[in-house]
T-cell receptor, first 110, second 112 residues
């Protein structure tokens, strides 16, 4: 069964520090993995997906199939990065269903 | 384009009352979803639809019903509301499998 685990409910860093939001998944096939972000008082939106292999707002995420991880990283956090981050997985015959982790609330202090 | 809209934005119900949440999208997307978001639980899929006239159960379907009579609309119904259904409800749509899901602004529902 598909499962997404985000071990950190809360994460705090200071501005300019590196940040890593962890995501581990369980899925037997080749998953599609995503990071969604929800800024305060805004709707959930896609941040990035592993197939595009791009950097959005300075964030990158690498799929590590050996460790079944898809951690989100940014070398220098900014205050505007404070938000709730969700890792999500889509795989197999799930007809476009996303399986979300429980989310990590990131706070970047000035 | 308005994208994905949800009606209403807020609602307070008493236990046993019924209501319908409306989701509308103007992007001609085939796939639509209803999620609930609860503290510490992330987003959990309630029901979804892969096209007009089709619906399927998600992870937490009990106590909810849905209908997709028109491609652009996806309705979520609560027949007899319970306090456990107090949550924030999000609708989403996507054009294709593994595509970006576009979310609505959410409906905050409180059941007393």
């Amino acid at each position: 069964a598909q499962r997404v685990t985000q071990p950190e409910k809360l994460l705090s860093v200071f501005k300019g520090a590196p940040v890593e939001l962890k995501c581990n998944y369980s899925y037997s096939g080749s998953p599609e993995l995503f990071w969604y972000v929800q800024y305060s008082r805004q709707r959930l939106q896609l941040l990035l997906r592993h197939i595009s292999r791009e950097s959005i707002k300075g964030f990158t995420a690498d799929l590590n199939k050996g460790e079944t991880s898809f951690h989100l990283k940014k070398p220098f956090a900014q205050e505007e990065d404070s938000a709730m981050y969700y890792c999500a997985l889509e795989g197999g015959s799930t007809l476009g269903r996303l399986y979300f982790g429980r989310g990590t609330q990131l706070t970047v202090w000035p | 384009n308005a994208g994905v809209t949800q009606t209403p934005k807020f609602r307070v119900l008493k236990t046993g009352q019924s209501m319908t949440l409306l989701c509308a999208q103007d992007m001609n997307h085939e796939y639509m979803y209803w999620y609930r978001q609860d503290p510490g639980m992330g987003l959990r899929l309630i029901h979804y639809s892969v096209g007009e006239g089709t619906t399927a159960k998600g992870e937490v379907p009990d106590g909810y019903n849905v209908s997709r009579l028109k491609k652009q609309n996806f309705l979520l119904g609560l027949e007899s509301a319970a306090p456990s259904q107090t949550s924030v409800y999000f609708c989403a749509s996507t054009a294709r499998l593994a595509g970006e899901q576009f979310f609505g602004p959410g409906t905050r529902l409180t059941v007393l």
